[in-house]
């Protein structure tokens, strides 16, 4: 972990590109464990977190202002969790107004009294 494999370099459009030129399958994996070391003991260690998603395992990186991300990704994790909260709202709405909509034994039986 001492000595990096792999080397980055600008390429025309301004994008990175990785060498691993002689690299191993330990030198890289070398690579992933030094990086791994300087997140957990770094500037950001405090801002690891776990992704809210359900069935999701993945660590992030909270780099939002005020620290508050629940997700790895908005676009999957916290779209599909916001997706479900609607449909449950929705369902549950659409319940609540099926039921009010539907008589009840003792109005139908006040409406029988009254001879409506």
């Known amino acids: 972990a ?3 494999p792999l080397t ?7 994008g990175r590109e990785w060498s691993a030129a002689g690299a191993t ?6 690579t ?10 770094g500037a950001y260690a405090h801002r690891i977190r776990t992704c809210g998603g359900d069935g999701c395992r993945l660590l992030f990186v909270d ?6 991300r629940r997700w790895c990704s908005m676009e999957r994790c916290g779209n ?3 997706v479900r909260a609607h449909r449950a709202r929705a369902t549950s709405a659409g319940t ?4 009010a909509d539907t008589p009840t034994a003792s109005a139908g039986a ?4 009254r001879g409506d």
């Open 80 to 82: 599909r969790h916001k």
């Open 96 to 99: 609540r107004k099926a039921s």
């Open 8 to 14: 980055a370099r600008l390429t025309a459009d301004g």
């Open 63 to 68: 780099t939002s202002r005020p620290g508050r």
């Open 110 to 113: 006040r409406t029988a009294a």
């Open 32 to 41: 992933v464990a030094r990086d791994a070391v300087d997140l957990f003991t």
């Open 25 to 30: 399958g330990t030198g890289l994996l070398s």
């Open 2 to 4: 001492e000595r990096p």
